[in-house]
T-cell receptor, first 116, second 112 residues
């Protein structure tokens, strides 16, 4: 199984709502990632988890809160978002993050988020 | 400042021809470079990886070159097919922690 699944596919939320995005992989990967992608732009890294510990936070606003409950699951909790946070949120996983082996990343289909 | 630039205009070619996509970077010293394909509304899919000490890598109809002097990678698709139409992203990995940074992407359109 080389699939990364993400739920929901689409999400519309108001600026005062709290919601969560979910990501799951069953490839035994030990690194998981959240990316944000705006229309016609490349994915931008938000967070990296390695062995269930947060390794990188790319100065993401605190209204985005990641969580890695176990090695297969990754959540992104959303609270008090702004309309400019509307984007495609992509989850990815890789076998690891350590040099010297540069692991490829497997991406999920994304969650299309609209903040109204 | 650090930049990873790809052809901003869409690349239109005829079926059967070779598509060549360019990735230029500045103020990076990548140890590895990856190419991904992304279809509309989908996540990127990994295609090829090339190391800084490799000049060329091939996989089926795909070929990637990596010139660290020119700070450039070229991505070739030979005998292109309409199914190859997609956005192609290059991505750099520096030495150290594996943070993948994507280029701006090039949209390829292959017409029958």
């Amino acid at each position: 199984d080389t699939e990364v699944t993400q739920t929901p596919k689409h999400l519309v939320m108001g600026m005062t709502n709290k919601k969560s995005l979910k990501c799951e992989q069953h490839m035994g990967h030990r690194a998981m990632y959240w990316y944000k992608q705006k229309a016609k732009k490349p994915p931008e890294l938000m967070f990296v988890y390695s062995y269930e510990k947060l390794s990188i936070n790319e100065s993401v606003p605190s209204r985005f809160s990641p969580e890695c409950p176990n090695s297969s699951l990754l959540n992104l909790h959303l609270h008090a978002l702004q309309p400019e946070d509307s984007a495609l949120y992509l989850c990815a996983s890789s076998q690891g993050t350590a040099i010297p082996k540069p692991y490829e990343q497997y991406f999920g289909p994304g969650t299309r988020l609209t903040v109204t | 400042s650090q930049k990873i630039e790809q052809n901003s205009e869409a690349l239109n070619i005829q079926e059967g021809k070779t598509a060549t996509l360019t990735c230029n970077y500045t103020n990076y010293s990548p140890a590895y470079l990856q190419w991904y394909r992304q279809d509309p509304g989908r996540g990127p899919v990994f295609l090829l990886l090339i190391r800084e000490n490799e000049k060329e890598k091939r996989k089926e109809r795909l070929k990637v070159t990596f010139d660290t002097t020119l700070k450039q990678s070229l991505f070739h698709i030979t005998a292109s097919q309409p199914a190859d139409s997609a956005t192609y992203l290059c991505a750099l990995l520096n030495t150290g922690f594996q943070k993948l940074v994507f280029g701006t992407g090039t949209r390829l359109l292959v017409s029958p």
